[in-house]
């Protein structure tokens, strides 16, 4: 097990790189801004759903080539809780974001527009946490009450305090398909899952652990990617490593042709649990399985 505590990221979010915009993000009142990788596409479009019930496309905006594969744009007609997708070439099927940011139906899915700027936090004098001599309370938000979500998780706070616990490690929320599991299949790793609420009410348990003097890491998983709804390979075959393999199917593709691209995806999940939702470090799944013979080892970028 590898623990990575941080009181913030320790990335530059000044630098252009593309692990700070990828997915989708709101520029503005009326802007979005969209980028996904996908070098074997010539053409990417997103498409943005009617709000009825049939859900039909409602708009189709064309997304521009870039360097390296990614393709990126602007939407002026979006907003928030909008719901959308990628057209890829001339596929009609509408596949969801990479890096969605929420699953509102689960990973097969539409992707919807989520605001992260627009959470009042209230933990600004929060010190942060050490992993010496804490009492670790290992949390499965989905049995951890008769209602598995984090609202429900948050008015149980106070009673873990009061039993001694200074940190909870919060097994994966990564979205994932079906009502129940570990959480260690998941495949949109940027979305938490919706079966245990929203994104904001991830930000809302974090906001008053705090609060109740507890610090919250999560448990991320970065030695494969789920099987089931699983939509990277539409996008580039360069996800999985052609040399390494794993317990649960082939390994993460961080050494490999076209590795880049995948190191950054994963260099943003973790800048983007910590900066977005205030955990206070990660737990790396399985580190004998993330397999990297470059160097940096990706496991050092990480920390």
Known sequence: MTQILHKSVALNHGTGLHRTHIGAWRVDDDCWGFRVWAPKRQRVRVAFLSTEKTRQVAEVVPLDAEADGYFYG????????????????????????????????????????????????????????????????????????????????????????????????????????????????????????????????????????????????????????????????????HYYSDRHATDWGPAINFDGEGCQAVREYVLANAAYWIDEFHFDGLRLDATQDIHDDSTPHIISELS
């Open 74 to 237: 602007l939407a002026d007609s979006a907003r928030v809780g909008t719901l959308y997708g990628y057209l890829l070439d001339d596929d009609e099927r509408l596949y969801p974001d990479p890096a969605s940011r929420f699953q509102p139906e689960g990973p097969h899915g539409p992707s919807q527009l989520v605001d992260a700027t627009s959470f009042e936090w209230t933990d600004e004098n929060w010190p942060g946490v050490k992993l010496v001599g804490q009492v670790i309370y290992e949390m499965h938000v989905g049995t951890f009450t008769h209602e598995g979500t984090w609202s429900a998780a948050a008015r149980q706070l106070e009673e873990l305090a009061s039993l001694g616990v200074t940190l909870i490690e919060m097994m994966p929320v990564a979205d994932f398909p079906g009502r129940f599991g570990w959480g260690y299949d998941g495949v949109n790793l940027f979305a938490p899952t919706r079966l245990y609420g929203t994104p904001d009410d991830l930000r809302r348990f974090n906001d008053q652990a705090h609060a109740a003097g507890i610090g919250v890491i999560l448990d991320v998983v970065y030695n494969h990617f789920g099987p089931d709804g699983n939509f990277l390979p539409a996008f580039a075959d």
